[in-house]
């Protein structure tokens, strides 16, 4: 059986303090820095295993071995050659980061596994894309820019609110909006006694009893939009994410996904992350020619 090789640590974002006592349960303590290889949990984040706090649930309910002993806490480090299994199934290395745009349709839940039988985003998606996991979710009757990742640790760093990016939203709602009502969600908005941020709302068109609204924000609470807009006596009767971030839904299809390109992971998610993501299939096929810098002429 071949045994998963780690990557070497690349960290997308710092890692947390281990608890008090987390010392002695440490196989990599007594190691130096550059040996330690990188923390289990994140390890299973990045090989698609689980996020991070998945992993340590994991972890805490013994079902996770590393060389045939079990993990017993989080802090653990895997080096080169471990041989890491969850569940009886071995892990296999992680690859590189990789993201994916994808145009979500309504009609699908954003999980894994749904209790009540409906259908998956996950069970839509092409085989060829192996595990993924989405960065946030939308919920079921909306529709449009679903991020995708292979990677545990980089959705959790992009769902983050400090990453504070602006989700951006066209939405249509059932009734005529008060101008002043929308540029009032500019300060923000209490709503059942859930507290929600700045709101930027604006009014694109009407049509009978219906209108259309831009809305952008930064905190993508669970169906914030909705919630916000039915305290306004605006039902929402569809809602399509057309940014989230950087990224844009542009011309893809409905149900249709698409990878980020390595150099825009670069330019919009920093070295740390490209480091992660590695050489992309398009760099690795190029001719060398064609990779080098053009000859500075004068």
Known sequence: MKAPRAAKPEPLEPEPAGPEGAKAADPGENAGDGARGERIAKFLARAGVASRRDAERLIADGKVRRNNAPVTHPATFVQPDDLIV????????????????????DGLVTTHRDPEGRPTVFQKLPPALGRVISVGRLDLNSEGLLLLTNDGALARRLELPATGWLRRYRVRVHGRPDPKALAALA????????????????????????????????????????????????????????????????????????????????????????????????????????????????
């Open 187 to 298: 300060n923000g908005i209490t709503v059942e006694g859930v507290r929600y941020g700045p709101i930027e709302a604006g009014l694109d068109s009407t049509k009978g009893e219906n209108a259309w609204l831009s809305v952008s924000l930064r905190e993508g609470r669970n169906r914030e939009v909705r919630r916000v807009m039915t305290a306004l006596g605006l039902p929402v009767s569809r809602l399509i994410r057309v940014a989230y971030g950087p990224f844009q839904l542009g011309n893809l299809g409905r149900g249709e996904v698409e990878e980020v390109p390595l150099r825009v992971l670069r330019d919009q998610l920093g070295r740390e992350t490209a480091a992660s993501a590695g050489p992309g299939p398009e760099a690795r096929a190029a001719p060398r020619a064609a990779r080098r810098p053009p000859r500075r002429r004068g």
């Open 86 to 105: 969850v569940n009886g199934v071995p892990v296999e290395p992680p690859e590189r980061t990789r993201l994916w745009r994808y145009h979500k349709p």
